[in-house]
């Protein structure tokens, strides 16, 4: 084999016609976008994925548990029966209403959390100013407080005891921030002893219940054991469910950009079996000469092959490079930003995995290889006195 290497790797860097040349470069830059990009889009993917994943799972909980509205059990028996499930690790009970909030004559539409008395961030402590009414803490792009200060007033319009709407005025304590634009835009979160006010009752009476689970990413399986002990009267949604036309576009987003990106190396194949053929051409009357020497038809198709090689793995190593310091700088230097309002996030990462990375340089060196089929069989089957006739 040392024979045909030395000999391809000659053919390859020496003796070349220029569109022999042009052609080689074409091959090389093709495999190498195509690869490239392969890279970028899958990171770029996964990245988004994994910051979508981590923000919801670090600010709501695993599994949503709420009833239709017909089944009313006392809470500490349901949550009971949710914590005797195999999976769950806590579970906290909580509310999701519709309101409005009306600030400085703007309505604006939001869910209504409630959360436990202990929560921070309701008292402004050392102030020593009071505020009227109710204390909520409200996402940070319904209402920036860095522009205002503690205890911005409001009102709060939402669903009264009795069916009608009922309003409350209401002051700005605090901010939530999530990083996802859904919940920092709508989110308003009060305190359980302050919702049970709200809608006259003297115990805060949970319509929902925030569960999380030993692992996230077996939350779908919690959940069907939840459906099963709880029965028909309630509706149990795991996180992946809730975001599940999120994650629908994010698939496919990915599916599309997988399809161009195999566009361009399907291009570059054909570019390689080109460049291929026109080095057999340029080469048939060497290959006259190896064969009147005695080179049989094994030696003669491992030369192009290993030609073939040299030409893909270029393209491979300089994708792949390429690939993986556009994902290093873009991660370094924020290259890419992403409308907030379109994307959930305000940032991205890019998160290589060197499994598809090793599996994608394999699958183009294969497909490099089965391009190379027809130009390395001319190869071998050359005969020595046509092509002499030829020179």
């Known amino acids: 084999m040392l024979f045909e290497l030395k000999l391809a790797w000659k053919y390859f860097r020496t003796g070349r016609s220029r569109l022999v040349r042009f052609t080689s470069m074409v091959a090389v830059v093709g495999i190498a976008v195509g690869l490239a ?11 988004f994925a994994q910051g979508i994943g981590d923000k919801i799972l670090s600010n709501t909980g695993h599994i949503i548990v709420s009833d239709y509205g017909k089944v009313r059990a006392a809470q500490g028996l349901v949550a009971a029966r949710i914590r005797s499930a ?11 209403e519709p309101a409005a909030l009306l600030i400085d004559g703007v309505l604006s539409y939001a869910v209504l959390r409630a959360v436990e008395d202990g929560t921070p961030g309701f008292v402004h402590e050392g102030s020593g100013e009071q505020h009227s009414g109710l204390p909520l803490i409200v996402g940070k792009r319904l209402f920036d407080l860095r522009k205002k200060d503690p205890g911005a007033e409001a009102l709060l319009v939402f669903s009264g005891s009795e069916g009608g709407s009922s309003q409350v005025a209401v002051n700005i304590a605090g901010n939530l921030e999530t990083g996802l634009y859904e919940y920092d835009s709508t989110w308003v979160e009060i305190r359980q002893t302050d919702f049970a006010r709200l809608k006259g009752n003297d115990t805060f009476s949970p319509t929902a219940y925030t569960v999380f689970v030993e692992d996230p990413y077996s939350s779908d399986k919690v959940a069907a054991r939840l459906r099963k002990k709880l029965g028909a009267g309630y509706e149990v949604i795991d996180w992946r469910e809730a975001n599940k036309p999120l994650f629908s576009a994010l698939a496919l987003e990915r599916q599309v950009a997988l399809w161009i990106i195999a566009l361009i190396v399907i291009v570059a194949l054909l570019n390689i079996t080109t460049t291929l053929s026109l080095l057999v051409k340029e080469r048939l009357p060497d290959i006259a000469i190896l064969r009147t020497c005695g080179a049989n038809t094994r030696k003669l198709a491992a ?3 290993v030609e073939g090689w040299i030409l893909s793995l270029s393209g491979i190593i300089l994708g792949t490079c390429a690939g993986l310091v556009f994902c290093f700088a873009a991660n370094n230097f924020r290259l890419i930003s992403l409308p907030q309002e379109v994307y959930s996030l305000n940032s991205v990462s890019f998160a290589v995995d060197p499994t598809s990375v090793a599996a994608a340089s394999a699958i183009t060196l294969g497909l490099c290889t089965l391009a190379m089929a027809v130009p390395v069989a001319r190869a071998a089957r050359a005969k020595p006195l046509e092509n002499l006739r030829l020179k």
């Open 86 to 96: 195999e999976g769950v690790e806590l579970v906290k009970p909580t509310t999701f």
């Open 303 to 305: 030369v192009f092959l």
């Open 37 to 47: 990009s392969f890279i970028i889009a899958q990171s770029l993917s996964n990245g």
